[in-house]
Each structure stands twice: as C-alpha cells, then as structure tokens.
C-alpha cells in the first residue's frame, strides 16, 4: 500500500506503429499499451531520456484512429538486454498534449480491451 499507487488512466494492449521526432530526428517504432494519460511504445534508440519532450504520431491499428500527440519521456527499459545504442528500448512516455476528442476515445476504448 505505501510503496504502490492507483494509476490514474486505465491502461490497454495496443498494437499501433508510430512515428517519433524531437525537432532534430525521427525514429519509427510500435505502441504495445496506450491510454487517456500515455503510452508503452518500442523504439531502436536508447538515447532518449526522461523528462524529454517528443511528438508522436500515432498510425491507425487496433480500431484506433490515427492521432498526434505532444508527449514526455517518463521512464525507460532495456528490451532483451544492453547491446548498444540503438538496441530497442520500451519507453513510457506521459501525453502532455492531446486533443480532447481523442482522450475521451481512448478512455472508452481502454474500458473495452484487455487490460495490459
């Protein structure tokens, strides 16, 4: 209980490919998990950091429609271990600027799909 905290959005499985850019480069990578507040998405560059803004561009897939999205890099993970910069990486990134349409859409589909 002190540890833990209740997330605020529901969280679902999410199969969407991206395209991410921070004013310099772009990168392409795959959402795994989305909801209201942010996303789990895979990328092949692990020089990002948290705290960091990035755009995204969010493809249709998943009965998802495509949408754009301001976000912030809030953590990091190594997928499959360290084995160099560009080894793909799972991020959680915090939505800092959505529209309002579209968070509601993702509130309602994240009641209708599996949990992740």
Not at 8 to 30: E, L, M, P, T, Y
Not at 60 to 89: I, Q
Request: aromatic content about 10%; hydrophobic content about 40%; charged content about 25%.
């Amino acid at each position: 209980k002190e540890v833990f905290f209740r997330r605020r959005h529901r969280r679902a499985k999410f199969g969407g490919s991206i395209i991410v850019h921070d004013n310099k480069n772009v990168w392409k990578g795959h959402a795994v998990e989305i909801s209201a507040g942010g996303a789990g998405v895979i990328m092949d560059n692990s020089m990002l950091v948290p705290g960091q803004s990035l755009f995204l561009h969010f493809k249709p897939g998943d009965g998802v429609p495509p949408f754009n999205a301001v976000c912030e890099v809030v953590s990091k993970k190594f997928v499959g271990g360290v084995k160099d910069k560009n080894a793909p990486l799972m991020y959680g990134l915090k939505f800092k600027n959505i529209s309002s349409n579209t968070q509601k859409f993702l509130q309602d589909y994240a009641k209708t799909q599996e949990a992740a």
